[in-house]
Structures are given as C-alpha cells and as structure tokens.
C-alpha cells in the first residue's frame, strides 16, 4: 500500500471523531477514512500514513449506506462540515455513538462500570443557541458567501441560508447580512493576505426567551457605514426579538472570533436565557452551553451522579458562567466556581444575585494557581475542562484533595480517557458514566464520568499505650530500635528506569515517570530535569508503562 493508491471499500464503523474504518481485503489491512457514514461504500486515495496506519482522502460515495434511512435537510449538504449525519435516523446516530464512546472507554477504564447509554437531545433541529458564521467566496475569486466551511477546507465557505441547526430567525438575519454587503460589494478578509473587511457574523438566540444578540465581526481596514444594515435587521420578521446589534472589531492575523474593541450598534451588548428555572446573562463571548434543552439534561444528569451534598462545599473548576454552580448551589453548603476568563466569572456573579444565590463563590483565574490560594476545601468535585481536557500542572493538585466524589464532564472523549488513566492511577475508580447529545447531526457528544476514590473494606482500630509495664510499649525500646535504622536512600529516576528495564525487558522515559508521580502527587525535586519536564507537552505513558512504573515506586517503597 502507498500513498497515491485509490482503493474502494465499505466503512465499517465509524470511530471518533469521525474515523470511518474500512478494511482492504487484498493488503489485509484497515484503513481510516473521514467524512463517511457507516454502511457506504466508498472510493479513496492514499494520502498519507501516521504511527504505520494508513489514512486515505474520500474521493467519492459509490453506494449510500443502509442507515441513510431520510433525505437531506438542508441544501448545502453534504458539501458542508457543519454537521455530517443528517441522513440518518436519529436513533442510529445515538448507536453509533454509544459504540465510539464504548470502544474509547472500556479500553481507558480499570476494571467494571456501568454504562447509561447516551441521553438524546430534546430538539433535535434548530437546538443551537449560538452559530459563527465566517464570510468569504464558495471558490476562488467567486461572489461574497456567509455561512459555514466546505467538508475538509479551511479558505471554501457555503452559505448556510437554510441551515436546520439554527432557529430560522438566524438564518433570515444572515440572508440579509450577506445580500447588504453583496450590494455593496464589501470585501472578505482573506487569511493569507491579511487583507479585506469582512469576518464574521455571529449569532446567539435564547432558545427559551427569544431574544437575539447579532455581532458583525470585521477588521478595521476599510470604513462603512452601517446603520442602514442595523435598520434591515430591525425590520425582520423573527419569531424572536433582536435586543442588541454589535461590531466587533478584530486585526488579529489568526482565525478566531476575538474582539479588539467592541461598538453597540443598537441596544445592549448581551441577552438573557433560561435554564433549569434559573436566568443567566450572555455576553457576546461567555461560555454557555449551545443545546439549551439539551444543557438541561446534562446538568440534571450532573445533579443525580454528584448525589447528596446537602452541608457539603462543591468545588465547580473551569465553571465557565456559573450555570452548574447555580445548579447546585441550592442542595449544597457552598459552591466555589473557577474560571479562567474574567468576563465569564463576572458574568456568573451578577446572575447568581439575580437568581438570588448568595451560597456561590466565583473566583476568575487559572485552576492550577487558583487552588494554591483558596483556604476552602472540597467535599466534592465537578470537572468541566475545555476539549483538551485538564492541564497536566493542575490534575494533580484536583486529585491531591482526595475526595470522595468526582463528576467529570467532557466534550472529547479522547480527552477525558487520556485524564482518566491519571485520576486512576491516583486511586479513583470509575463508577458509572453516560453520555448527553448535545450536538444532533455532528461527530460530537458529552459524556459524563461519576469517580469514587477507593477505600478500604474495613478498618481496625488498635488501641495502644506506651509506658511501662504489661500491655504497654516501652519509649525506651522503641528509641533503642529506632536507632538500628538509617534514613532510605534517595529513589532517582535512573534507579526506576534500570529496574523496570529488568523486570520489564523495556525502557520508560523521564516524562512518563514524572506523569505518573504527578498524578501521584508526589515530589518532582528529585528528577534532574524537573523544572524542564512541566515546560515541556504532556507525554501520557501507556498503560503498561504506567503500570511497570507503579511497580518500580512500589519497589522503592515511594509509595
């Protein structure tokens, strides 16, 4: 098999994120291929290997899988990357999923847990709450597009007039965004050039009370005006209401939707959504969840894993706005929040006074520093870490609380079994786990992880007196005995890799023990390259690496 190869064959399954799996009879091997639906058969190209494994290009769907049971609805697909499973029943996505997550966690996990299954969403269409939309042509030198990027291009953008994950309020304000600025012939940033006006258009609706935050995002290279844009906007016929219209201005040379300086164009810069009975205030750039209904049954999911809190203190890290905070606060003793952006935690503040929950604490900064400075200690943990899970210098100290119950909320799943072999590692046993789809018609869901830390079966208590006399342990012999022995010597890292090599017959790098002692929560004083292994990426050990290691420290008595 070599790069340039064109092969046909069937997609088995398809792993996560989006890996279809085919196998190719006459070399005997397995293949991955994107952007495919178990069940088609499918024409592709070699386009590259990683790790030995072959990765190949979807060149064509031959035959359509059987599971592609409903026509598309939207236009656009399925040229489109904004969702990819459109034309299958809804119960088959769940499946597939169930199974991506399986496959994923029964190899991550020590040992029995139980598996809940995926919770689907209540709305499967029009369920998101918040949509950027990037401006630019659908080919090279074509006419101005708004919408989402062609399937596997970074630079093709399809208008997404008629897209179905969005309430039809968004799609009528971006047809008239784009068809104000085609008029006008305004041009588009162009990401190599760094060149042109146009960003993105970014929409956030409540789900529960209508109301609409429209954000123009532009560079500041050219000048327009836009209150004749505000007006047509103003004049639509929404089910929903537009409390705000912004421009964001943005010079930055990557690709993100940041603000530089943000101008109220019309009415207020935030909108306000309802959950769980709760009211929270939205920024254009605080963190919420996109599913709103489907954000209620992931946080009543958390409320029933996290179990009885009552005069207990919970500690939700990376809380984002406050919404599990809110949540729980009313069944616990003290909820304390930390988020890493300022604006999120001031956000959770006011809405928490709003809501009239006085037993939240929310503190802005990084969870790995903000731990050092808190006197609190937690009962209870709630994770809810962005998608590349929990910094390597912050999940030692979460797990050096030792507490009884961790919730770990995850949305990459690859993410969260990389963490878990640490939190295991550390003496935490996976209890049950399920999983929410938050995102209908996409390769993505949210899982949730219930961790126990392990105990004991049962406990003795021995009863001792020192003194003299019958029954009683003299101090003098203990003192005589004390003196027999010396101080242990120190365990280096070296020590550890020539006794594994020994008993193990392989070699374990630096970064991999000084993971496991992280996890650990043990001192890193020792390793002659510590200050630089921190610096360094995350180098996660495999699991019989990890495990060899334990061995090693258990050896030397570290642990």
Same mark, same amino acid.
């Given at each position: 098999?070599?790069? $340039?190869?064109?092969?046909?064959?069937?997609?088995?399954?398809?792993?996560?994120?989006?890996?279809?799996?085919?196998?190719? #009879?006459?070399?005997?091997?397995?293949?991955?291929?994107?952007?495919?639906?178990?069940?088609?058969?499918?024409?592709?190209?070699?386009?590259?290997?990683?790790?030995?494994?072959?990765?190949?290009?979807?060149?064509?769907?031959?035959?359509?899988?059987?599971?592609?049971?409903?026509?598309?609805?939207?236009?656009?697909?399925?040229?489109?990357?904004?969702?990819?499973?459109?034309?299958?029943?809804?119960?088959?996505?769940?499946?597939?999923?169930?199974?991506?997550?399986?496959?994923?966690?029964?190899?991550?996990?020590?040992?029995?847990?139980?598996?809940?299954?995926?919770?689907?969403?209540?709305?499967?269409?029009?369920?998101?709450?918040?949509?950027?939309?990037?401006?630019? *042509?659908?080919?090279? *030198?074509?006419?101005?597009?708004?919408?989402?990027?062609?399937?596997?291009?970074?630079?093709?953008?399809?208008?997404?007039?008629?897209?179905?994950?969005?309430?039809?309020?968004?799609?009528?304000?971006?047809?008239?965004?784009?068809?104000?600025?085609?008029?006008?012939?305004?041009?588009?940033?162009?990401?190599?050039?760094?060149?042109?006006?146009?960003?993105?258009?970014?929409?956030?609706?409540?789900?529960?009370?209508?109301?609409?935050?429209?954000?123009?995002?532009?560079?500041? @290279?050219?000048?327009?005006?836009?209150?004749?844009?505000?007006?047509?906007?103003?004049?639509?016929?929404?089910?929903?209401?537009?409390?705000?219209?912004?421009?964001?201005?943005?010079?930055?040379? %990557?690709?993100?939707?940041?603000?530089?300086?943000?101008?109220?164009?019309?009415?207020?810069?935030?909108?306000?959504?309802?959950?769980?009975?709760?009211?929270?205030?939205?920024?254009?750039?605080?963190?919420? @969840?996109?599913?709103?209904?489907?954000?209620?049954?992931?946080?009543?999911?958390?409320?029933?894993?996290?179990?009885?809190?009552?005069?207990?203190?919970?500690?939700?890290?990376?809380?984002?706005? $406050?919404?599990?905070? @809110?949540?729980?606060?009313?069944?616990?003793?003290?909820?304390?929040?930390?988020?890493?952006?300022?604006?999120?935690?001031?956000?959770?503040?006011?809405?928490?006074?709003?809501?009239?929950?006085?037993?939240?604490?929310?503190?802005?900064?990084?969870?790995?520093?903000?731990?050092?400075?808190?006197?609190?200690?937690?009962?209870?943990?709630?994770? *809810? #870490?962005?998608?590349?899970?929990?910094?390597?210098?912050?999940?030692?100290?979460?797990? %050096?609380?030792?507490?009884?119950?961790?919730?770990?909320?995850?949305?990459?799943?690859?993410?969260?079994?990389?963490?878990?072999?640490?939190?295991?590692?550390?003496?935490?046993?996976?209890?049950?786990?399920?999983?929410?789809?938050?995102?209908?018609?996409?390769?993505?869901?949210?899982?949730?992880?219930?961790?126990?830390?392990?105990?004991?079966?049962?406990?003795?208590?021995?009863?001792?007196?020192?003194?003299?006399?019958?029954?009683?342990?003299?101090?003098?012999?203990?003192?005589?005995?004390?003196?027999?022995?010396?101080?242990?010597?120190?365990?280096?890292?070296?020590?550890?890799?020539?006794?594994?090599?020994?008993?193990?017959?392989?070699?374990?790098?630096?970064?991999?023990?000084?993971?496991?002692?992280?996890?650990?929560?043990?001192?890193?004083? *020792?390793?002659?390259?510590?200050?630089?292994?921190?610096?360094? #990426?995350?180098?996660?050990?495999?699991?019989?690496?990890?495990?060899?290691?334990?061995?090693?420290?258990?050896?030397?008595?570290?642990?």
């Amino acid at each position: 098999m070599k790069k $340039g190869q064109t092969f046909e064959g069937i997609i088995e399954r398809v792993d996560f994120p989006n890996k279809g799996i085919v196998y190719i #009879p006459e070399e005997e091997k397995y293949v991955t291929v994107k952007n495919g639906i178990p069940g088609q058969k499918v024409r592709f190209v070699i386009n590259k290997f990683k790790r030995g494994n072959a990765e190949g290009r979807l060149l064509e769907v031959l035959e359509k899988s059987p599971f592609e049971a409903r026509d598309p609805v939207c236009s656009i697909f399925p040229a489109c990357g904004g969702c990819m499973y459109q034309t299958m029943p809804y119960e088959e996505q769940m499946k597939m999923k169930e199974g991506q997550i399986r496959r994923i966690m029964d190899e991550a996990v020590n040992g029995e847990y139980v598996f809940e299954g995926v919770k689907a969403s209540p709305k499967e269409f029009g369920y998101r709450n918040k949509m950027e939309f990037s401006f630019g *042509d659908e080919y090279k *030198d074509g006419p101005l597009s708004l919408g989402l990027h062609k399937k596997g291009s970074t630079y093709d953008v399809l208008t997404a007039s008629d897209c179905r994950l969005v309430h039809e309020d968004m799609n009528k304000i971006l047809v008239c965004v784009l068809e104000y600025f085609r008029e006008r012939n305004v041009s588009y940033y162009r990401k190599m050039q760094h060149t042109g006006y146009l960003r993105h258009l970014l929409l956030r609706r409540g789900d529960t009370t209508g109301e609409i935050l429209v954000n123009l995002v532009t560079t500041t @290279q050219e000048e327009h005006d836009l209150q004749p844009l505000v007006e047509k906007i103003l004049n639509l016929e929404l089910d929903g209401k537009i409390v705000g219209i912004l421009h964001i201005l943005n010079d930055s040379l %990557s690709d993100v939707v940041k603000s530089d300086e943000t101008r109220i164009l019309w009415g207020q810069d935030y909108f306000y959504e309802k959950l769980l009975g709760l009211e929270f205030k939205i920024t254009p750039f605080s963190f919420f @969840q996109p599913n709103t209904c489907g954000a209620e049954v992931l946080y009543e999911t958390v409320r029933d894993y996290i179990g009885d809190i009552h005069d207990m203190t919970v500690f939700d890290l990376f809380s984002g706005t $406050g919404t599990i905070s @809110q949540v729980l606060a009313p069944v616990a003793k003290q909820v304390v929040g930390v988020e890493i952006v300022g604006e999120a935690v001031e956000a959770a503040k006011e809405n928490a006074a709003r809501n009239g929950i006085s037993n939240c604490k929310f503190i802005a900064g990084d969870v790995f520093q903000v731990l050092d400075e808190l006197e609190e200690k937690p009962d209870v943990i709630v994770l *809810d #870490p962005p998608r590349d899970g929990i910094h390597p210098k912050a999940l030692p100290k979460i797990l %050096s609380y030792g507490v009884e119950r961790i919730v770990y909320i995850s949305c990459k799943m690859t993410s969260l079994a990389r963490d878990l072999e640490m939190m295991q590692i550390a003496g935490y046993r996976v209890e049950k786990m399920t999983a929410v789809d938050q995102f209908c018609e996409t390769v993505h869901v949210e899982t949730v992880v219930l961790l126990s830390h392990k105990s004991p079966d049962s406990v003795i208590n021995v009863k001792v007196e020192f003194g003299e006399g019958d029954d009683k342990i003299s101090l003098d012999a203990i003192a005589e005995r004390a003196k027999k022995y010396q101080p242990k010597p120190k365990i280096t890292y070296k020590m550890i890799q020539e006794y594994v090599e020994k008993k193990y017959g392989f070699k374990v790098h630096t970064a991999y023990i000084a993971e496991v002692k992280r996890a650990l929560g043990l001192t890193m004083c *020792d390793a002659p390259n510590a200050a630089e292994e921190l610096k360094q #990426p995350r180098k996660h050990p495999p699991k019989e690496k990890a495990e060899a290691i334990m061995e090693a420290l258990k050896h030397f008595e570290v642990i």
